[in-house]
């Protein structure tokens, strides 16, 4: 039989131990709580991340206490593989992706708006396109399938009464990274291209490209939602980080439709200190002029987006009811 001094020593190392461990525990999940992973695209439709980040403003809105860590994707497919995967709390993209990941995963959801416009339609030169119409039997690149280009496309290539050949039309649709589009336009590689900006410019001043829809009638028009902000589900749960999100987003996309000259500065650094490249002054200009910087949201283009993407064979469903939450913007 144990001596009461020692059964007491005894409780009182359990009860240290309890103690330890639920600080352990409670501070494993407040490290978790304090790391927000945000992801975009090295782009100009991603302004709105960009300057938030570069103002400064995510850091304010967060405070000291949370570590933020930026994940930059190529396309909206990596983009939404790696919110799937954990690698990306929250950020941008295309509303195209988001919403076909959606429709499998009710996990993501669509809680702001970012960019309209920002994409355009330009032919090649030497293809013979100088219409929508001519398209048939062409190549058209595309940044990724299912990308929200792609998606505008189809919209465009519908009201001329063509198809994508893999929905039985006549039209084919060639994936290639935007930066890449140029040097298929030299090479005659493809005929045209539906991609976001500065490309289009891009392929109109470096490959001789002509403009066939500039952003304000391509698809939608300047409702054309190009880029939005996503969120993981577990990560909405946390509403204090979501709404400060948000509050720094806010605050970029005033910032920027009040100061685009700087606005354009903070954006072709950071682009240069990404990716090594920097952007023509022309170009940054030209893209600025082609895009508009919003949070809102038209979820009627969004449902039309997803009713596409069911006929494109992309998605099972074009049932999107819960993917827009907009209750922590407003």
Known sequence: ????????????????????????????????????????????????????????????????????????????????????????DVGTVGPGPLLNFYVKNKEYHLISGAVNGGAVLVAAEGSGVEKVADLDGKKVAIPVIGSTQDVMLRKSLKEANLKAKTSG?????????????????????????ATQEPWGYVLENQANGK?????????????????????????????????????????????????PEESKEVVMKHLKNLTGKELNKDEVDAAFSRLAVTTDVNEKVIQEMADIS???????????????DLSLLK
């Open 169 to 193: 039309g006549t039209v084919d649709l060639f994936a290639a990274a935007p930066a890449d589009t140029a040097s298929l336009f030299i090479q005659k590689q493809v005929d045209a291209a």
């Open 211 to 259: 403009l066939l829809l500039d952003w304000d009638e391509f698809a939608w028009g300047k409702e054309s939602t190009n880029t939005v902000v996503a969120a993981r589900a577990d990560f909405l749960k946390n509403k204090e980080l979501s709404k400060q999100y948000l509050d720094a987003h806010k605050k970029a996309v005033k910032f920027i439709q009040e100061n």
């Open 310 to 324: 069911k006929e494109a064979g992309y998605i099972p469903s074009s049932d999107i009811k819960g993917l827009i």
């Open 1 to 88: 039989m144990l001596k009461k001094s020692t059964l007491y020593l005894f409780i009182t190392l359990l009860f240290i131990g309890l103690l330890s461990g639920c600080a352990q525990s409670s501070n494993e999940g407040g490290e978790e709580a304090k790391t927000v992973k945000i992801g975009y695209f090295p782009n100009l439709t991603h302004i709105g991340t960009i300057v938030a980040l570069e103002k400064g403003y995510f850091e304010e809105a967060f405070g000291k206490d949370v570590k933020i860590e930026t994940k930059t994707v190529a396309n909206g497919g990596l983009f939404m593989e790696a919110m799937a995967t954990k690698a990306i």
